[in-house]
């Protein structure tokens, strides 16, 4: 029998990404990697090391979830051209548990208190 993940003890944090374009997500779903701004890279690596952290994305002003992964590495130096030079940082690995469209208002009882517990979305 397998021994448990060391990992399956630690607390869990969610975090919504937002894409500034549905390609951006494919290209994730297909190669299991994403990249984000600088400005995000230290508060998600302080995360993965603490706790399981699931990432939620979502296409800029499309109103739906695209689907939903769990990190699956630090983000590390490594930058991916696949992304093009948009100001983006390192590369980590993710692993997509679901990959649908789900509108906004499927969410909408779901409310965030870190931030005025506005509606999560």
């Not at 990432?55 to 689907?67: A, D, K, P, T």
């Not at 939903?68 to 692993?95: H, T």
Request: net charge positive; aromatic share 14%; hydrophobic share 35%.
């Amino acid at each position: 029998s397998k021994s448990p993940s060391p990992r399956q003890y630690l607390p869990v944090r969610y975090f919504i990404m937002k894409s500034s374009n549905l390609q951006n997500i494919d290209i994730s779903q297909q190669k299991g990697i994403w990249s984000t701004t600088p400005s995000n890279e230290r508060k998600l690596n302080g995360a993965f090391w603490e706790s399981v952290v699931y990432l939620i994305f979502s296409v800029q002003g499309s109103g739906h979830f695209q689907g939903f992964a769990r990190m699956g590495s630090a983000i590390g130096c490594e930058k991916s051209q696949d992304w093009g030079s948009a100001g983006f940082g390192g590369v980590f690995k993710v692993e997509w548990i679901r990959k649908e469209s789900i509108p906004f208002h499927f969410a909408h009882h779901l409310l965030n208190p870190w931030n005025d517990n506005k509606k999560v979305q």
